[in-house]
Every structure is written in structure tokens, then in C-alpha cells.
């Protein structure tokens, strides 16, 4: 086992935090894909490699560019906008537009 692996786990049970094994991803970030490494185990349990994984709603990306995550952000901007023309249409007032505004778009915007 590698020694900041078994750094870090003595780390968490020494403060009380489990590391879920079945849970815990391996992401490798390097410019080329032809570095061959060997996988991490713990108690005989092979950490699997990713190349993506998600992380409190926002998926990290290998190639640790952003252009899915600002594609997302503005794809479900773009849905909620829309909705918020069809409560301008049917003439919801403005301090109720904005409500809708300040609780269902900009959170979407402002996020991660």
C-alpha cells in the first residue's frame, strides 16, 4: 500500500472519520494517458480508477475542464427562465417574479 494512503487512513481513524472503501475514487491528473500506473488497494480491495466523478452535485472532469459543468449550469438556467416568461405572460406580479428569480435561477447560477 502506498505510504500517503497509509498516511491518510491512519489520519481518519485516528480522528474518527471511516473511509468508506467502496465508495473511494482514484482520479489521475496528467497531460498524457500513457503513464501506466498500478492501482491503489486497501484490505485487499482495489480502489476504482475514474475519469469523472461527482462531488456534492459538481462532476470533476480528468481533464479538469469545465465545459460540462457551465453546458449544465446554462441548459437548466435556460428551462427555468423560460418558465419565469410564462409567469411574466400570465402577469404574476414583480415581487413574485422575483422571488422566483432569487430561490429558483440564481442558486443554479451561483453554484459551484
Not at 66 to 95: G, M, T, Y
Request: with cysteine; hydrophobic share 40%.
Amino acid at each position: 500500500m502506498d505510504l500517503n494512503l497509509t498516511k491518510l487512513l491512519d489520519w481518519s481513524s485516528s480522528n474518527y472519520m471511516n473511509v468508506n472503501i467502496k465508495k473511494t475514487k482514484e482520479m489521475i491528473i496528467c497531460p498524457s494517458n500513457s503513464n501506466v500506473f498500478s492501482p491503489l488497494r486497501v484490505a485487499d480491495v482495489e480502489i476504482e480508477l475514474v475519469d469523472v466523478f461527482k462531488l456534492l452535485g459538481v462532476y470533476i472532469y480528468r481533464s479538469l475542464k469545465w465545459d460540462e459543468r457551465v453546458r449544465s449550469i446554462c441548459n437548466k438556467a435556460a428551462s427555468r427562465i423560460h418558465f419565469l416568461k410564462q409567469l411574466k405572460r400570465s402577469s404574476v406580479s414583480p415581487d413574485d417574479l422575483f422571488h422566483f428569480y432569487a430561490t429558483m435561477i440564481r442558486p443554479v447560477l451561483e453554484y459551484a
